[in-house]
């Protein structure tokens, strides 16, 4: 893995430096003199150089450890940060060389081409692991010690979640008591191999590569021990922080005094970034808009032809703080939908759970709006609320007033921020999620909003309305 992650970059680095070539001079190769020193450079050969620096960085960053990447964005921050310390020595080296005919334009180029490159080959890299992963390789068994419910909650989401590439091969009790009471963990295919107690003998006796505590199950004393048992053992040792709402972006660890101490750094709101936030709706929703606009013609016609009633339909949404609006989508259902919603309400046909409604196939919808509900192309004039400022590209899942009506205090801070077009909800299952996992979803988007986040949450839903998954 790490051998594809150096071929990446360098190869990524590769075309940037000649793409900012052909940008800046026309051409791949180009000499450069510089006045005060008796050689001529070819930008080929600076590009090497620059490449090697880049290199150099990135590894400086921590993004050869794999212990340290494939988690979260934070990689691609770390990413960009490198490649601009690179660009800042090569800077300050010409400058030192007194090669003032090096185009620092194409030094510029460079960089950004070479963030745009790397982040995207670092991306693609990590697809083709999830990949695998889901199809049983780069696997890397692991046992998890501590039975109570957070280890409970890890194992499930291990089990769901493949591509973190950390499957669960066992399991050991807290203490001797509960491995007479225990069999399996979770399910049949995780097997209680012992207790806590007997965690280098466990280790020494399988093939394992991660061990997994769960913090919670044990006193300070039993995790001090267990951690210098394991002292030696050519296994990576992992401490669950039990902080399953919190992304690891907003988790500092420092000492103070001699002891270790895990900082939460607060969900930062300042006025400055909600204009940010504002200033990216408007630029992107815009151009969304311009570039879309023989396609939402071609919709409008489609819808027209198939049934009777108008192209849009705007229904009454809860917005930010409860303020109600109406948000537009292309109409998929037949005219007297809301109608027929109460009979089939009346007749039990709701799939969903809490207070949503949802049927797989739902009969009041249309030959074309079928199709459109299946890729999501239903959802385009919501860009229209995204303009007037109802909604934003990104954010929560914007409900009915039905749905906050049984909501209770915990679910209304879901409406802290302005709804979405599209958001955690969105690529992680769209309609297969209970109401729960959609809450607890769109809860987490608040604890950890970033416009990072944003941007990342908007480039996985491309893939995820383009393959449908989940969507009926």
Sequence with gaps: MRSALFASDVVALVLATQLASIVRFGRVFNIAPTPDLPIWFNVADLSIAMIAIWVLALGSEGLYDLTRVFWGTGEYSRVVRALTIGAIGVIVIEYLLHAVAISRGWTAFAWAFGCISVIIGRALVRVWTATLRRR??????????????????????????????????????????????????????????GSAGEIRSVIDGRFIDTVLIASSAFDHNVLARMINELRGCDVDIQLSSGLFEVTTSRVMIHEASGIPLITIRGVSFAPWKRLVKRAFDLVVGTMIVLIGTPLWLAFALAIKIDSRGPVLYRQERVGRD??????????????????????????????????????????????????????????????????????????????????????????????????????????????????????????????NWSVGADIGLLLRTIPAVLFARGAY
Excluded at 138 to 148: A, D, H, M
Excluded at 153 to 178: M, Y
Excluded at 353 to 377: A, C, H, I, N, Q
Excluded at 400 to 415: G, K
Aim: charged residues 25%; contains cysteine; proline residues 7%.
């Design 136 to 193: 049983g390789k780069l696997l890397r068994p692991t046992l998890i010690v501590g039975f109570n419910v957070e280890a409970a909650d890890i194992i499930g989401a291990l089990r769901r979640n493949p591509e973190s590439g950390l499957v669960p091969v066992g399991c050991l009790a807290s203490t001797q008591d509960e491995t007479r009471r225990l069999v399996s963990c979770v399910g049949d295919d995780v097997p209680c191999l």
């Design 322 to 447: 409860g303020q109600p609006f109406g948000m537009f989508k292309f109409r998929s259902m037949c005219s007297d939908a809301e109608e027929q919603l109460v009979e089939l309400r009346e007749a039990g046909a709701n799939e969903a759970t809490g207070p949503l409604f949802k049927m797989e196939d739902d009969p009041r919808v249309t030959r074309v709006g079928r199709w459109m509900r299946k890729y999501s192309v239903d959802e385009f004039p919501q860009l229209i609320n995204v303009l007037l400022g109802e909604m934003s590209l990104v954010g929560p899942r914007p409900p009915l007033p039905d749905e906050t009506a049984t909501y209770d205090a915990s679910h209304w801070r879901r409406m802290e921020v302005i709804p979405g077009m599209t958001g955690l909800w969105q690529v992680s299952g769209r309609s297969r999620l209970t109401f729960d996992e959609m809450m607890r979803l769109d809860l987490y988007y608040i604890e």
